[in-house]
Structures are given as C-alpha cells and as structure tokens.
C-alpha cells in the first residue's frame, strides 16, 4: 500500500461545495473583458458622432454644442472618429473573435494616443475641464493594452461558425446602443 496518500484530499463533493461558497471570482481577465466591452461601446459612439460631421450642415450646426469643433478642420473631425470608431470595434473583436487578438492591445494603445493628444490640445485651449476625461479614458485604455498585450493576451484560435456569429452579434449590438442613438440625436435635435 502507498503510504504517500494525503488525508487533505477533498471529495469531488466537497470541492463543488467550496466552488459554491465562493460565488463569482473576480479576474483580470474578466475585469479587461469589462472594461473593452464598456470602452469599445463608448468609442464607438463617440465616434459616430464625428464621423457624422461629414455632413455639411450638421458639421455647422456642430460648435454650438462642441466648442471645440470650431478650431479643428472638419476631414481632422472626420478623421479622429474614424478612428475612435474603429478603435472601439478593435477593444472587441479580435480578442472576442481570437483572430488576430494581438490587434486589441494596439487599439487600446492607439485610443491611449488619441487620448493624450485630446488632453495636449484642451490644455493648450484653456479647456481645462475636458482634461480629467481625456485622462480618466486614456488610463483606461493604457490598462487595457498592458493586459491585453502582457498580463492576460488572448490566444489566437481557429476560426469557428459560434465566433463568426457572436462578432456579428457584436457589431450589430454595437450599431443598434451605440451608433444608432447618436445619428437619432445628432440628425433630429437641434443643438
């Protein structure tokens, strides 16, 4: 007989037990996962919202409710939507779909960039109230590419049918609660 045999060992119940004491853990992969859900939802739409400046009339319409938009030329507007959009889609999907998941933390880290040159040019308009969010989303994102590129990567993966589906799903959810809402308001109020 093995006399190397633990008296510590659990029982499959007792293990089950335990798991079910414990309730939710908390984990940097689920804390990242959160914040690129939230992040990219937010970009997405704020996004949106320039990347519909490229219409003439809403582009002069648009200073009212921004100040800022008058001292930037409209394709730079344009531009940084496009951007801010496709960054937010980048915080989702290659990590949700695992094709390219390396592509998630060089999104985070161009929304990081995009944010300190926010904050740089409200600093130099004297916007100094526009400053703490630039800063608060830059943070964000910089903790979003140090975990995506370093602490928690996600592993690339063959492409499957349920991840096609659920990146579908995604960019659907995405167009429906983050760009839809903002080409409701920005095409029927008035600023």
Same mark, same amino acid.
């Given at each position: 007989?093995?006399?190397?045999?633990?008296?510590?060992?659990?029982?499959?119940?007792?293990?089950?037990?335990?798991?079910?004491?414990?309730?939710?853990?908390?984990?940097?992969?689920?804390?990242?996962?959160?914040?690129?859900?939230?992040?990219?939802?937010?970009?997405?739409?704020?996004?949106?919202?320039?990347?519909?400046?490229?219409?003439?009339?809403?582009?002069?319409?648009?200073?009212?409710?921004?100040?800022?938009?008058?001292?930037?030329?409209?394709?730079?507007?344009?531009?940084?939507?496009?951007?801010?959009?496709?960054?937010?889609? +980048?915080?989702?999907?290659?990590?949700?779909?695992?094709? #390219?998941?390396? *592509?998630? @933390?060089? =999104? $985070? !880290?161009?929304? %990081?960039?995009?944010?300190?040159?926010?904050?740089?040019?409200?600093?130099?308009?004297?916007?100094?109230?526009?400053?703490?969010?630039?800063?608060?989303? +830059?943070?964000?994102?910089?903790?979003?590419?140090?975990? #995506?590129?370093? *602490?928690? @990567?996600? =592993? $690339? !993966?063959?492409? %499957?049918?349920?991840?096609?589906?659920?990146?579908?799903?995604?960019?659907?959810?995405?167009?429906?609660?983050?760009?839809?809402?903002?080409?409701?308001?920005?095409?029927?109020?008035?600023?």
């Amino acid at each position: 007989m093995n006399g190397h045999v633990s008296t510590n060992l659990l029982s499959v119940e007792d293990r089950e037990q335990q798991t079910r004491k414990r309730g939710p853990r908390f984990t940097l992969s689920g804390a990242l996962w959160s914040l690129q859900a939230l992040i990219g939802f937010f970009f997405a739409g704020s996004g949106f919202g320039k990347v519909l400046l490229y219409d003439e009339a809403l582009y002069a319409a648009a200073p009212r409710a921004v100040a800022w938009y008058a001292a930037v030329p409209q394709p730079l507007i344009v531009f940084i939507g496009v951007c801010e959009v496709l960054g937010g889609i +980048g915080l989702i999907l290659p990590a949700m779909a695992k094709v #390219r998941p390396m *592509l998630t @933390p060089l =999104a $985070a !880290a161009g929304l %990081t960039l995009t944010m300190i040159l926010a904050a740089g040019f409200h600093i130099v308009r004297g916007e100094y109230a526009l400053v703490p969010a630039n800063l608060l989303l +830059g943070g964000v994102t910089a903790v979003i590419t140090a975990g #995506r590129w370093k *602490l928690r @990567p996600v =592993a $690339a !993966a063959p492409v %499957t049918t349920a991840r096609v589906v659920a990146s579908l799903a995604v960019l659907l959810a995405l167009a429906l609660l983050a760009c839809a809402p903002t080409w409701y308001t920005m095409t029927n109020a008035s600023f």
